[in-house]
């Protein structure tokens, strides 16, 4: 950032402040994003909006007032409308993932790669019916995901049944009951973040049903509320605060007028612990 140094960098989720809060996976990324802007004399603005409208409103707000010099945006879904409303507010931006939005620099992770890797690793340890509690399904990333899962467990000869969550506790507790309810019974099941496999792993435990001697447990973003949880949770692991670094790195670029490119983010790797064993 050679002209103008300093400034707010914006971000906006969109969501209960509450739920917010417990997400760790965001504030690790916020931390990223400050340790790269820092030396630049900026700062990440956070704000936690209701919906899309409130989104929307708010960019319309700061680049009004020039209260921000750039944003990222985040959870991405099909036919995104932010992209384009930001570009005619004239407003930089970096998105955090693989929307088709010309223009824009995109810092990308293999979410398709990560979970081929964990349907294989639980192929591998004899599961041949898996189960996942999925993020919103409009996300583009839970898109890629699913795709992904759904063919690599054609070609391991595994069965997927998955059910809608919203990455809230709650969600993840009805999430796995709906699963072992159904025919045939998952031997693993998959949740999309930390927040629902931790609650799911309290309620399997509090019902009486072993982990892992019944059921394995795997998360999507490893935390520390993953390492804490008892037994510990395997994860698909991956440097969150990595990831906050390259966003804040591409965000410098573009304010110092860098062609827009795609960012590679961090490689995910599967971590295993005590939740996961053979079927």
Do not use: K
Request: charged share 20%; net charge negative; aromatic share 4%.
């Amino acid at each position: 950032m050679t002209a103008d140094p300093g400034g707010l960098i914006g971000l906006v989720l969109t969501g209960s402040a509450a739920r917010v809060g417990v997400e760790p996976f965001f504030m690790e990324l916020i931390a990223g994003m400050e340790e790269a802007l820092a030396p630049h004399g900026a700062t990440v603005l956070l704000l936690v909006v209701p919906d899309l409208a409130a989104e929307l409103s708010t960019y319309r707000r700061w680049a009004g007032d020039h209260t921000v010099r750039a944003v990222v945006v985040v959870n991405l879904v099909h036919d995104d409308v932010r992209p384009d409303f930001l570009a005619g507010l004239g407003l930089p931006a970096v998105l955090a993932g693989r929307a088709q939005a010309p223009g824009f620099p995109r810092v990308v992770t293999d979410d398709a790669g990560a979970m081929t890797a964990a349907v294989e690793m639980l192929a591998s340890l004899g599961h041949r019916v898996i189960g996942r509690v999925s993020g919103p399904a409009d996300l583009v990333h839970t898109a890629e995901r699913t795709a992904a899962m759904r063919e690599v467990a054609e070609r391991s000869g595994v069965r997927v049944h998955i059910v809608e969550g919203d990455y809230g506790a709650e969600s993840g507790v009805s999430g796995v009951q709906e699963l072992l309810a159904a025919d045939p019974v998952p031997t693993a099941v998959v949740f999309d973040n930390d927040v629902m496999a931790v609650a799911a792993e309290q309620e399997l435990i509090r019902a009486g049903v072993p982990v892992p001697e019944r059921v394995s447990l795997l998360v999507y973003d490893d935390s520390p509320l993953c390492e804490l949880a008892v037994p510990p949770l395997s994860a698909l692991s991956i440097d969150v605060h990595d990831h906050g670094l390259t966003l804040a790195r591409a965000v410098l670029d573009a304010l110092d007028g860098a062609e827009p490119v795609d960012y590679p983010g961090p490689p995910i790797r599967v971590l295993r612990r005590e939740s996961t064993a053979p079927a």
